[in-house]
């Protein structure tokens, strides 16, 4: 009896795959040519050496930040609260955002499959820096139990690259 009532509670999310941002070829954290992420001293994650110049949403969320300056990497939150970082080649901030053409803004609601960000392999390489591309789920983030690198070589926007999992 009177079941508009009762109060409907929302479904606790226990894990979440996570697609690839970037077409390419998935490959350690440990080939990533920068400690800061080979080591792992960021977080967990993969890293992709890109076959195209875009990131892609994989997943629906929000824009957490987009290093304005620079325009090579953005932080992108999950509808759980888990931030994911995307960092497009390694000391691409000294491009000065040269060869980055960001789609979104800091605080923009995105969805799966969205254009995030285009930016130029070609020049990036004509500047004698790696295109590798570190995608890290940073450490400290305390709704966190683990996260899992799933099998695969290769990146699309349809293949899960990582599983976090949620902590109780």
Known sequence: MFKWLKKKTASRIEEFDMAAPVKGRVVSLEEVPDPAFSTKAMGEGIAIYPAEGKVIAPFAGKVAHVMEKSKHALIIEHESGVQI??????????????????????GDSIKAGQLLMEFDLDAIQRDGLPVITPVIVPDGQEMISHVEILEGSSASPDTPVLRVHLKD
């Open 85 to 106: 970082l995307i960092h497009v080649g390694i000391n691409t901030v000294s491009l000065k955002g040269q060869g980055f053409n960001p789609h979104v803004q800091t």
